[in-house]
């Protein structure tokens, strides 16, 4: 998982492990001075024809306090990732 904070506004973006999602950072994919968090799915092995999904969960919090995001998390990664 990770997260993002912009005028006291967090945007936080949760995966389950088993999708293999990677995380991806440019520091002007954004704009001027502007970092882009992005992710990268892989399927190894993958096969042509064949249907693929990956599971996640967004949320956008009143806050830019790191303790009251990863509190409002953990719940939330529990459950995907049992």
Same mark, same amino acid.
């Given at each position: ?7 006291? $506004?967090a /945007? *936080? ?9 990677? &995380?991806?950072q ?13 992710? $990268?799915? /892989? *399927? ?7 249907a693929?999904? &990956?599971?996640?969960?967004?949320a ?7 303790e ?13 990732n049992?």
């Amino acid at each position: 998982w990770y997260y993002g904070i912009s005028h006291q $506004q967090a /945007f *936080v973006q949760m995966f389950r492990k088993k999708d293999n999602i990677w &995380f991806a950072q440019s520091p002007t994919g954004g704009g001027n001075s502007n970092p882009a968090w992005d992710f $990268q799915w /892989f *399927v190894p092995d993958y096969q042509a024809g064949k249907a693929y999904g &990956f599971v996640m969960r967004a949320a956008l919090l009143p806050t830019s306090k790191r303790e009251e995001i990863i509190k409002f998390t953990k719940k939330h990664l529990q459950q995907l990732n049992p």
